[in-house]
Nanobody, 127 residues
Framework: QLQFVESGGGLVQPGGSLRLSCAAS????????IGWFRQAPGKEHEGVSC????????YFADSVKGRFTISRDNTKNTVYLQMNSLKPEDTAVYYC????????????????????WGQGTQVTVSS
């Protein structure tokens, strides 16, 4: 059974940083694109960032470009989301999932989740 455990969330002041971890169990991440998604209260899930299986393709939502980076360590079966310069609007529950990156004319245009949601990790940005 494919399962993810998200961790690393917490309460941080605006401008602060957090690093989220997505650890997989029951399968190896090597052959999968993995994405981070978030859901703020009263809103739909939003794709935040995704990384292809071979690291050569990444996607970032416009709202996080230049502030978030995504990486993976296949030896640890883990994907990371480094979040810098956090803003109150980044407050949400963050989830990871097996994903699909949509490529249009050689450019990654979007990212969608192909899996169900786990427990997620809460990120709260507030002073």
């Amino acid at each position: 059974q494919l399962q993810f455990v998200e961790s690393g969330g917490g309460l941080v002041q605006p401008g602060g940083s957090l690093r989220l971890s997505c650890a997989a169990s029951g399968f190896t991440l090597d052959y999968y694109a993995i994405g981070w998604f978030r859901q703020a209260p009263g809103k739909e899930h939003e794709g935040v960032s995704c990384i292809s299986s071979s690291d050569n393709l990444t996607y970032f939502a416009d709202s996080v470009k230049g502030r978030f980076t995504i990486s993976r360590d296949n030896t640890k079966n883990t994907v990371y989301l480094q979040m810098n310069s956090l803003k109150p609007e980044d407050t949400a529950v963050y989830y990871c999932a097996v994903s699909h990156l949509g490529v249009v004319a050689g450019t990654v245009a979007g990212c969608e989740s192909l899996g169900s949601w786990g427990q997620g990790t809460q990120v709260t940005v507030s002073s």
